[in-house]
């Protein structure tokens, strides 16, 4: 018999949450007999996390977004896995590149994905119809948004056709994924060091296209210094074409303002790649073997397991949970279809209006944050909102200054 200590379970102000994932714990003891979970909540919090490794308080097996393993598998801060995963069922169809965010420099694994979202273009179809525009063929450039939100923007009435963040570190999250889309980087290692890299040809063109659809086209409406609440809302009055968003808006609009699935469609990112993300687990590199073992499967048999998919989503769907988005997908090939065609017989929400993030989403590479991304996203936001109150802003000037900034801030990532 070998415990284990988990972490991920939902907080009690999730009842209905957290009595799922209690009744998984014993589905999953009932069929491994030789393992018990000792669940708890929360999850890495990089605040806390090296005094809860060196006092022994770590969980066996603990939970991190995509941003962490890195740096964690630098610091020597989570064990190798990579002798037991062969033992693992369906490891092969996970999607190599989410595989990869658990991959240290020396080739070696430490981790396993369970979670992702990429972000996309969210739309309101019927906006789309009113100006002219087709909702099946949405924008896949920088060009076509700004052609389209100047229409969508033209039907007036206090309609917007582009909005995006631009304070509380969202509007740097956002011009991340606006450079990434630009063909450039945030943040590169040079010699073993990180510089800031948005100075550049992508920086420029992101900030210039902010820019016209803001003072040029007044495509982005007067109202600026918006955080995702107040764009949520614009989209949920019906007064917004298009922003920047991943999947899972999709339901947050349609439960929060009492509107239609049908009524909104899903393109991925303009240009060559998108900010995404997700979670996974890693394992504390005091862990023996058998815990290591016991912990590989609990993850693969919970968040890694496409034989339990059609049960899941039976229980989802009747719990009113949107079946058929397009994320997460964790899995390729075989797998993935699978899960597809289970998704498909289930879905309670129109995938066509999808199918243009799924179509186009191979050919968009997914970027994960940069280092000390919550400190760079401050100082990009100073960025993003010059350029949408000012309409003089000075692009280069800004770039400059933000960079030297940025640079301070990467010097410190060990």
């Known amino acids: 018999m070998v415990t284990i200590s988990v972490n991920g379970m939902p907080a009690k102000t999730q009842p209905v949450d957290r009595e799922d994932f209690e009744e998984l714990v014993k589905e999953f003891e009932a069929s491994h007999p030789k393992i018990r979970i000792d669940a708890r909540e929360g999850q890495m919090d990089p605040k806390t996390f090296a005094a809860k490794l060196a006092g ?244 693969q048999w919970k968040y890694l397991n496409p034989d339990r998919e059609e049960e899941n989503v039976k229980k989802f769907s009747k719990l009113g949970v949107p079946i058929g988005l397009p994320q997460p997908n964790l899995f390729a090939g075989e797998a993935q279809a699978k899960n597809d065609a289970i998704h498909a017989t289930y879905a309670n929400v129109p995938q066509r209006n999808y199918q243009p993030f799924v179509d186009r989403s191979p050919d968009v590479a997914v970027k994960v944050e940069p280092p000390n991304a919550q400190q760079l996203y401050t100082v990009l936001d100073g960025v993003m909102q010059s350029v949408l109150t000012k309409k003089d802003a000075d692009l280069d000037q800004l770039l400059a200054d933000a960079e030297k900034k940025a640079d301070a801030i990467l010097a410190t990532v060990r």
């Open 56 to 299: 022994g308080q770590l969980e066996d097996v603990y939970y991190v977004y995509f941003t962490d393993p890195a740096g964690l598998i630098q610091r020597h801060q989570a064990a190798d896995i990579t002798p037991y995963l062969k033992d693992v069922p369906y490891l092969q169809d996970v999607r190599p590149a989410l595989q990869d965010v658990f991959k240290g420099a020396d080739g070696r694994i430490y981790g396993l994905p369970t979670g992702n979202y990429s972000l996309g273009l969210l739309y309101n179809r019927d906006l789309f119809k009113k100006a002219g525009l087709d909702p099946d063929q949405p924008p896949a450039t920088w060009d076509e948004v700004r052609t389209a939100a100047k229409k969508i923007s033209g039907l007036g009435d206090g309609t917007v056709g582009y909005a995006d963040y631009s304070k509380n570190n969202q509007g740097g999250w956002h011009l991340t994924s606006w450079i990434y889309s630009m063909g450039g980087e945030v943040a590169a290692k040079k010699d073993g060091r990180w510089k800031a890299a948005f100075n550049s040809d992508a920086g420029r063109d992101a900030l210039q296209a902010l820019h016209d659809m803001r003072w040029t086209d007044n495509s982005m409406g007067t109202r600026q210094l918006l955080e995702i609440g107040d764009v949520q809302k614009m989209m949920g009055a019906g007064k917004l074409g298009m922003y920047m968003a991943g999947p899972d808006n999709i339901p947050t609009v349609v439960k929060q303002f009492e509107r239609e699935y049908d009524e909104y469609g899903l393109a991925a990112l303009p240009g060559t790649a998108t900010l995404g993300g997700g979670d996974g687990f890693m394992f504390n590199p005091k862990a023996s073997p058998e815990k290591i073992k016991a912990g590989l499967q609990w993850i």
